[in-house]
């Protein structure tokens, strides 16, 4: 078990939600080490799995030559496209039933219009946008043309609440934790 999974279960023993996810495409992900990723969310029974694409940063060493070194064989490098990260988020959502999975920002680079709300149409089930102070927001920028780094709290949030009405949902109410269907060997 490696050292980042050893850590996440300590923090599930102290009573913690636990996290992680996968960027898709990123240089040398295999759809062999992808399908591993997705049993390990279930394996781990993971509350918050993140999926979005790999987006490279400029200033990222993965964005320059060594990309190309570690990119996986020719057939067997996943693509960091919209279709295959929509794909991968509903495979996890199959695979992982009840946990929370957000609909990323970075879907809104590969489809600026729609992306989110492709991701909430195909297994998404979380919004989590960034209430950052604007003037810190900027600093923030993991990616080329990340979304809303120049909005307000109330664009954002009307933004939020506009897309969850288009999709005929509404927003829930609660601290917002992982909701468990009752397995029934827990009866």
């Known amino acids: 078990m490696s050292d980042r999974l050893a850590h996440l279960l300590r923090l599930r023993a102290m009573g913690f939600e636990i996290g992680t996810g996968i960027m898709v495409g990123i240089p040398g992900q295999t759809w062999d080490t992808l399908v591993s990723d997705i049993w390990t969310f279930r394996d781990y029974d993971i509350d918050m799995i993140?999926?979005?694409?790999?987006?490279?940063?400029?200033?990222s060493p993965l964005?320059?030559?060594?990309?190309?070194?570690?990119?996986?064989?020719?057939?067997?490098?996943?693509?960091?496209?919209?279709?295959?990260?929509?794909?991968?988020?509903?495979?996890?959502?199959?695979?992982?039933p009840d946990t929370n999975i957000p609909s990323t920002t970075a879907l809104s680079i590969l489809e600026p219009s729609q992306g989110r709300s492709h991701g909430l149409s195909r297994g998404a089930n979380v919004i989590m946008p960034n209430l950052t102070p604007a003037e810190y927001r900027v600093l923030y920028e993991i990616y080329p043309g990340k979304a809303a780094v120049h909005e307000t709290v109330?664009?954002?949030?009307?933004?939020?609440?506009?897309?969850?009405?288009?999709?005929?949902?509404?927003?829930g109410a609660g601290p917002g934790g992982?909701?468990?269907?009752?397995?029934?060997?827990?009866?």
Not at 67 to 84: I, S
Not at 178 to 187: Q, Y
């Open 178 to 187: 992982r909701r468990r269907t009752m397995d029934t060997n827990d009866v």
């Open 63 to 96: 964005a320059g030559p060594l990309k190309d070194e570690l990119l996986a064989a020719p057939g067997a490098q996943v693509p960091n496209d919209e279709l295959t990260t929509l794909k991968v988020l509903a495979l996890t959502r199959l695979v992982c």
């Open 50 to 59: 993140g999926v979005g694409p790999y987006l490279p940063s400029p200033r």
């Open 154 to 171: 109330e664009d954002l949030a009307d933004g939020v609440f506009r897309l969850i009405a288009h999709l005929g949902r509404t927003v």
